[in-house]
């Protein structure tokens, strides 16, 4: 069955800081798509990054990026000389490609970005 | 730029009371979602509709009915409101599923059951 699996419930980290948020994932298919989410203490959903399962180059955006590992089930993100502004929870996704409406979502990571 | 819409934002029921949650999308998206949101969790799907005149269940359909009444416009409806549904809402939206590309989400709603 597919799950997505981000262990990390809550981390702090001091502004300036590297952080990389985890996630695991499980599924038995071999096309699927992998997604990461911002939700800022505001509440909105905001997209990040969305990686299919055939491509396992990494992929950086500014201070984020992201390392996808097929060997490990794993697509995490990274965030170079954190800010306060990064201040929220991040959630991982995963859409197998026999699913196309169907997003199982991880718990999310809290993150909180001291001054 | 309005992308997704939601309507109302805040909301408080009595127990056994119905409303309706409008969301609408302006981005011409084929496909359509309503997600709830609780403490702790990721995001449930309740249902989707994949296109025009069509809708599914997906996860949490327990409790809701849903309305596709256009492209542009999918409703949720609480017939009976339980403690239980309290929660936020999402509404989203995508191109045709998520082969294509993303989700696009809306504010939230956040409801309230006493």
């Known amino acids: 069955a597919q799950k997505v699996t981000q262990a990390q419930t809550e981390i702090s980290v001091v502004e300036k800081e590297d952080v990389t948020l985890d996630c695991v994932y499980e599924?038995?298919?071999?096309?699927?798509?992998l997604f990461w989410y911002k939700q800022p203490p505001s509440g909105e959903l905001v997209f990040l990054i969305r990686?299919?399962?055939?491509d396992e180059q990494n992929e950086i955006s500014g201070r984020y990026s992201w390392n996808f590992q097929k060997s490990t089930s794993s697509f995490n993100f990274t965030i170079t000389a954190s800010q306060v502004v990064d201040s929220a929870v991040y959630f991982c996704?995963?859409?197998?490609?026999?699913?196309?409406?169907?997003?199982?979502w991880g718990a999310g990571t809290k993150l909180i970005i001291k001054p | 730029n309005a992308g997704v819409t939601q309507t109302p934002k805040f909301q408080v029921l009595k127990t056994g009371q119905s409303m309706t949650l409008q969301c609408a999308q302006d981005?011409?998206?084929?496909?359509m979602y309503w997600y709830r949101q609780d403490p702790g969790m990721g995001l449930r799907l309740i249902y989707y509709?994949?296109?025009?005149?069509?809708?599914d269940k997906g996860e949490v359909p327990n409790g809701y009915n849903v309305s596709r009444l256009n492209k542009r416009e999918f409703s949720l409806r609480l017939e009976s409101a339980a403690p239980s549904q309290t929660s936020v809402y999402f509404c989203?939206?995508?191109?045709?599923?998520?082969?294509?590309?993303?989700?696009?989400f809306g504010e939230g709603s956040r409801l309230t059951v006493l």
């Open positions: 981005m011409n998206h084929n496909s």
């Open positions: 989203a939206s995508s191109v045709q599923g998520l082969r294509t590309g993303e989700l696009f």
């Open positions: 509709s994949a296109s025009e005149g069509t809708t």
């Open positions: 990686r299919n399962s055939f």
């Open positions: 996704a995963l859409s197998e490609a026999g699913s196309n409406y169907q997003l199982i």
């Open positions: 599924t038995r298919d071999t096309t699927y798509y």
